[in-house]
């Protein structure tokens, strides 16, 4: 008895111990484990549940899901060195391949580490570098193109070890006379816009009743070479005609005696001219 008892106390002693002393181990969907025995990697752990030797091998794990940055109110200079308060958002996440994972921990050892050292100085360095490319103009009136090259700049943050998924420029302050004269810029640039626009409706306008013009034109001595033709066709129908009579009176004398016997109607003149000749009928 005293030996059973021994033996049951001895496993539970191992149980306890086991438990004190982490011999199993959860990770969660959305991290990676990196398995650490006595001080050294030994290979990473994926989403489940696990086992490990207590007091020997540790499991520290690193969530690979997405992450957010605020920065609030970041100086930067502009090109024409004009100064702003940027507030801006970064969201990044680690990259969970066992290799990436491994160079995380082994390098920066926690997200807080790589958020601290490489992230964050980087993310206010690339911005600043930005800003030095545009005209506070230019940043007030393109801020969609100033986002875009802003998000270009820190995508490449995090030593290859995290992919940045989004940037968002939330907030640009420029002094009140900055805002301002960029206000009457685009003011004046928008009353130019309007009379150019002015100036080409006018053109077409012009432009129309032009082709308009011309196209009647067109139509009208269409017309008049229409008109003109019909004339031409009808006069040497005519001079045709005449020509043909003409042709057929040398052939034939007797045709003008036989035109005006058709046209007889048989009765004789009632009224002569005095000191005429009576007309004569050839009658055969």
């Known amino acids: 008895m005293n030996i059973l008892k021994l033996v049951l106390a001895a496993i539970v002693a191992i149980v306890a111990l086991s438990f004190a002393g982490g011999s199993f181990y959860t990770v969660d969907e959305g991290e990676r484990a990196v398995i650490v025995t006595q001080g050294k990697i030994v290979g990473v752990a994926q989403p489940g549940f696990h086992w490990k030797a207590p007091f020997i091998t540790d499991a520290h794990v690193i969530s690979v899901r997405t992450q957010a940055l605020e920065f609030k109110n970041e100086p930067v200079y502009t090109a024409d060195r004009q100064t702003a308060q940027v507030t801006f958002s970064v969201n990044y996440s680690a990259i969970p391949t066992d290799q990436e994972v491994i160079t995380l921990y082994r390098t920066f050892q926690t997200l807080e580490g790589i958020e601290s050292r490489a992230i964050v100085r980087q993310s206010r360095e690339q911005i600043k570098n930005v800003f030095g490319t545009f005209t506070a103009d230019t940043a007030i009136r393109e801020r969609a193109r100033l986002n875009t090259e802003v998000a270009k700049a820190i995508a490449g943050v995090g030593e290859g070890l995290v992919k940045v998924e989004g940037v968002n420029i939330e907030n640009i302050d ?10 009457q810029r685009a003011q004046a640039e928008m009353l130019v816009q309007t009379e150019k626009q002015k100036l080409e409706r006018t053109k077409v306008e012009a432009d129309i009743q032009t082709t308009q013009a011309q196209a009647e034109a067109d139509s009208n001595l269409a017309r008049a070479k229409a008109d003109a033709e019909g004339v031409r066709l009808k006069g040497e129908a ?47």
Do not use: H
């Open 238 to 284: 005519e001079a045709a005609a005449i020509k043909a009579k003409s042709d057929a009176l040398q052939q034939s004398p007797n045709l003008v005696e036989l035109t005006k016997a058709e046209r007889w109607d048989g009765k004789l003149p009632t009224t002569f001219v005095p000191g005429s000749a009576l007309p004569l009928l050839n009658i055969k």
């Open 174 to 183: 420029f002094s009140d006379a900055v805002e301002q004269a960029a206000e």
